[in-house]
């Protein structure tokens, strides 16, 4: 059944794809060995290199966020290598169950599902054997997002790799691979980066580059010597996702247009807004700590959140972000970020107030708190 106007696509990714990238990428595939190709591949590297912050290769998949997590493993450890991995939610836990699987040895530090890595707590589960610190720096299950620039600081001197999850902040919240010495920053296509999913990102430091030549898990296609080799001429080293690349060509070119300050800085102010009106429903956001409150989402704590989210869906036609893991129907999620304005996130809390009351959720006025923000 046809409904009319555009629907409200509010998960934490993917996000709404912008015009502008949905016309960029329709138009015709060309020869991803041929001349014109080489261009286009050094702009979407040099890029990415922007975007991430850092001077060093930036590798490009054609594969979702999960495939990107995987390559930052392959390349950098080898087979029983201790690993910290910090419980931040259910990416954090995904994350570490992929570790596993690949035949690390995860020391686990439990969390709440509320706070995010803890600098403190990494810096005492240290020792001479840890290889590497993994990090989920927006987790997207909870709206928390981890202080990336103190776990590095916490690490010291200590040789073990930082890699770091930036999948759903990359492009929303503020982030620097270089400035804050991070080995692996790990990024998707479909949430900050306004494309569809399909594309993943790895950004490579010279630590990182270096442990890759002494890492033994075994890996083929997520290997990242030939794709950097490849990349020096502008391709790739099997077929490169030509359309995707040019959606992500004008990704990048509105970035710059906004520049990337602007863009943390919208998406802040969104995310403030979001938690005026969380307030004013008398509701609570999951997110406890001030310093860690997410740019790019807000998770609220409700009982019975998946039939909200039901008449939600139903009557305007809007589609919020459910609790995944044990935050299941414990609470939803709004998605904040990518191509997103002001009137769009009125829309937004505008149909949220609305599905709450009419799911019979005794709630309080959030919308005019909000729109208070979004006037300021
Ligand atoms: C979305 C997301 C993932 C998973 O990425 P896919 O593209 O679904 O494979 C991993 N980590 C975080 C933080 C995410 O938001």
């Given at each position: ?140 299950s909870t709206g928390v997002t981890s202080r990336i620039a103190d776990v590095r600081a916490a690490l010291g001197d200590h040789p073990a ?180 304005n002001d009137l769009m996130l009125a829309g937004t809390l505008a149909g949220v107030q609305m599905g709450l009351q009419v799911a019979g ?16």
């Amino acid at each position: 059944m046809h409904r009319p106007g555009r629907h409200f696509l509010q998960i934490p990714g993917p996000t709404n794809v912008p015009d502008r990238v949905l016309r960029a990428i329709d138009a015709p595939t060309i020869d991803h060995r041929g001349p014109d190709f080489a261009k286009l591949g050094h702009e979407v590297l040099e890029g990415m290199r922007w975007v991430f912050g850092t001077e060093s290769p930036v590798v490009i998949y054609p594969a979702s966020g999960t495939g990107a997590w995987e390559a930052a493993i392959v390349n950098t450890l080898s087979p029983g290598d201790k690993v910290i991995a910090s419980e931040t939610g259910h990416f954090a836990t995904l994350w570490r169950e992929m570790a596993e699987r690949l035949g690390l040895d995860v020391v686990w530090l439990e969390g709440d599902w509320r706070h995010g890595a803890s600098p403190e707590r990494i810096a005492d589960a240290l020792d001479d054997d840890v290889r590497a610190v993994m990090v989920v720096h927006n987790e997207t299950s909870t709206g928390v997002t981890s202080r990336i620039a103190d776990v590095r600081a916490a690490l010291g001197d200590h040789p073990a790799l930082l890699l770091v999850d930036t999948i759903s902040s990359l492009g929303s919240i503020d982030y620097r691979h270089d400035e804050w010495g991070v080995d692996v920053t790990v990024g998707g296509s479909q949430k900050g980066l306004m494309l569809p999913a399909g594309l993943s990102f790895n950004a490579v430091s010279q630590k990182a580059l270096d442990a890759s030549r002494d890492a033994k898990l075994p890996r083929s296609y997520w290997d990242w010597k030939p794709i950097i080799a490849a990349n020096e001429a502008g391709f790739w080293p099997y077929t490169s996702a030509t359309n995707l690349l040019y959606g992500l060509r004008e990704a990048l070119t509105m970035l710059r247009e906004e520049g990337l300050e602007h863009v943390f800085a919208r998406h802040a102010r969104h995310a403030s807004a979001t938690r005026a009106a969380v307030h004013g429903w008398g509701l609570e956001v999951l997110a406890v700590d001030e310093r860690e409150l997410s740019g790019a989402l807000t998770a609220v704590l409700l009982d019975g959140s998946d039939e909200v989210r039901r008449v939600i869906l139903e009557r305007y036609d809007m589609s919020l972000g459910a609790g995944l893991g044990k935050l299941k129907d414990k609470v939803f999620r709004i998605g904040h970020l990518g191509d997103f304005n002001d009137l769009m996130l009125a829309g937004t809390l505008a149909g949220v107030q609305m599905g709450l009351q009419v799911a019979g959720h005794d709630v309080g006025d959030g919308l005019t708190p909000a729109l208070e923000v979004l006037k300021g």
